[in-house]
């Protein structure tokens, strides 16, 4: 079955650095756009970063500059670096993937940059 693992949160101060790894199976990952999104208690879900399956990426406003997306199409993951991180960047980060009517997510995994 289809299966989106994230993996990677946890405490961080500002100014640091965490990395994101989803492990995706159970559909044709090359063929799939994959996204970060992100989502605060009382807050809708945001797109953070999403690479296309031909490679294109794009960004939130607010992380431009701090967040890279990439994929590895053998080991089927998609990763999201982040540096540079703020307090407002805390959040549950969830791994998506979407092509045509399949849009499949993961269970999140959490991140909070603190002092």
């Known amino acids: 079955q289809v299966q989106l693992v994230e993996s990677g949160g946890g405490l961080v101060q500002p100014g640091g650095s965490l990395r994101l790894s989803c492990v995706a199976s159970?559909?044709?990952?090359?063929?799939?756009?994959m996204s970060w999104y992100r989502q605060t208690p009382g807050k809708e879900r945001e797109l953070v970063a999403r690479i296309r399956s031909d490679g294109p990426t794009n960004y939130e406003d607010s992380v431009k500059g701090r967040f890279t997306i990439s994929r590895d199409n053998v080991e089927n993951t998609v990763y999201l670096q982040m540096n540079s991180l703020k307090p407002e960047d805390t959040a549950v980060y969830y791994c998506?993937?979407?092509?045509?009517?399949?849009?499949?997510w993961g269970k999140g995994t959490l991140v909070t940059v603190s002092p």
């Open positions: 159970g559909f044709t990952f090359r063929l799939y756009a």
């Open positions: 998506n993937a979407r092509y045509n009517y399949n849009n499949y």
